[in-house]
């Protein structure tokens, strides 16, 4: 059990840039998660999926993000036209069905 | 969403000292965890709590889902127990978790 692992753990960009992060879960969980989490407050959720089935997604994910799994493994959420207050640290989580999550160590954006 | 309140925000204890955190919680929930996060922002599992009584350590947790609401015990706090702590739940019929704003604690030596 290698636990989830995020890619890159910090990334850098310019406002209007695209970014795409991605997340492996550990590798028997169906279910994948996003959250975001700003400095001072607790994580928000974005999106989850099932295999690869997007089931939930949260009015937070506006247009220019978007979230893939595409063979029910590994997923990536891309940012496009990066803003500023996209600034955060984005966390990937995984789950066997109902029982707990597991988290990553986040991927930290900086928009400049 | 079903809302969650931690209390207190902030604590501040020295080291050896005993702390109690709470969390309650808006509507019956099918699964409650309690995290650590350090200071590199990794969230740690602590508990998965969606009702009665575990221990690990010097860490307890109990949850009672009728009142709604989960308590977080620290005996014998250490520096390294310094960092936020998390309470999240979901709900009967959701996937996601929603979290608490945390409770930052920080232990002098």
């Known amino acids: 059990d290698t636990g989830v692992s995020q890619d890159p753990r910090h990334k850098i960009t310019k406002r209007g840039q695209n970014v795409t992060f991605r997340c492996d879960p550990i590798s028997e969980h169906n279910r994948l998660y996003w959250y975001r989490q700003t400095l001072g407050q607790g994580p928000e959720f974005l999106t989850y999926f099932q295999n690869e089935a997007q089931l939930e997604k949260s009015r937070l994910l506006s247009d220019r993000f978007s979230a893939e799994r595409p063979k029910g493994s590994f997923s990536t959420l891309e940012i496009q036209r990066t803003e500023q207050g996209d600034s955060a640290m984005y966390l990937c989580?995984?789950?066997?069905?109902?029982?707990?999550?597991?988290f990553g160590n986040g991927t930290r954006l900086t928009v400049t | 969403g079903i809302q969650v309140e931690q209390s207190p925000p902030d604590l501040i204890l020295q080291e050896g000292a005993n702390s109690t955190l709470r969390c309650n919680f808006s509507d019956s929930v099918n699964n409650l965890q309690w995290f650590h996060q350090n200071p590199w922002g990794q969230l740690i599992n602590l508990f998965y709590?969606?009702?009665g009584t575990k221990q690990n350590g010097r860490l307890s947790a109990t949850t009672v889902a009728t009142e709604r609401y989960s308590l977080l015990y620290i005996s014998s706090s250490q520096t390294t127990d310094s960092g936020v702590y998390f309470c999240?739940?979901?709900?009967?019929?959701?996937?996601?978790?929603?979290f608490g704003r945390g409770t930052q604690l920080t232990v002098w030596p």
């Open positions: 989580a995984s789950s066997l069905s109902n029982s707990p999550l597991h």
């Open positions: 709590i969606p009702s």
């Open positions: 999240a739940v979901r709900g009967s019929t959701l996937g996601r978790l929603y």
